[in-house]
């Protein structure tokens, strides 16, 4: 199974801050690396696939890169409505699909 | 609108079998791979199954695996979870999960969650 981790496990930032997020495969997934954020008590909503590319409707503040087995999600200029929990997921290889354990952005 | 509606979920005691279902709308349901997602109570996310658009290619985690099964009806536009022989620790919100699969690329995401069904089993 592909482990997948994530640090920092939280964080705290202010508004208008610059925040980074790394995600690391136990193995090389290529791109195969998606990042999830979700609110409490919602369903998550997928920001990146495919390590970079945006997902319609994804405010431009947020990027993503990296490819093999180091991930990195970068939230630029962060906005109060940032504040959640933000997973990867690797898309490589299944069973199983792995997610991160998260990482709780507060704001 | 793409919806995805859970339904099914509850309290069950241990050993005990519930059955979820995953109703959608607004899309071409037959046309989609889907999945089973569970979240503990203050825990991260977890896969649980895949189906594939013919039914004919299922997977599962390891912990669900004889447990549980995955299945669909494309003549209702649902998924559904049959879960048995329930433990204190499959206490989770269940989301049922659209993939999206890109055949050029290779990526797969999921684009579209349900809202999340509560499973509590509990004696």
């Known amino acids: 199974d592909i482990q997948m981790t994530q640090s920092p496990s939280s964080l705290s930032a202010s508004i208008g801050d610059s925040v980074t997020i790394t995600c690391r495969a136990s193995?090389?997934?290529?791109?195969?690396l998606n990042w999830y954020q979700q609110k409490p008590g919602k369903a998550p909503r997928v920001l990146i696939y495919g390590a970079s590319t945006l997902q319609s409707g994804v405010p431009s503040r947020f990027s993503g890169s990296g490819s093999g087995t180091h991930f990195i999600l970068t939230i630029n200029s962060l906005q109060p409505e940032d504040s959640a929990t933000y997973y990867c997921?690797?898309?490589?290889?299944?069973?199983?699909?792995?997610f991160g354990g998260g990482t709780k952005v507060e704001i | 609108e793409v919806q995805l509606v859970e339904s099914g979920g509850g309290l069950v005691q241990p050993g005990g079998s519930l059955r979820l279902a995953c109703t959608t709308f607004g899309f071409m349901f037959k046309n989609y791979e889907m999945n089973w997602v569970r979240q503990a109570p203050g825990r991260g996310l977890e896969w649980l199954a895949y189906?594939?658009?013919?039914?004919?290619?299922?997977y599962y985690t390891d912990s669900v695996k004889g447990r549980f099964t995955i299945s669909r009806d494309d003549a209702q536009d649902s998924l559904y979870l049959q879960m048995d022989s329930l433990r204190a620790e499959d206490t989770a919100v269940y989301f049922c999960a659209r993939q999206h699969s890109d055949i050029f690329t290779g990526d797969s995401m999921f684009d579209h969650w349900g809202q999340g069904s509560l499973v509590a089993v509990s004696s």
């Open positions: 997921q690797q898309s490589s290889s299944m069973p199983p699909l792995t």
């Open positions: 189906i594939s658009k013919s039914g004919n290619i299922i």
């Open positions: 193995q090389t997934i290529g791109t195969f």
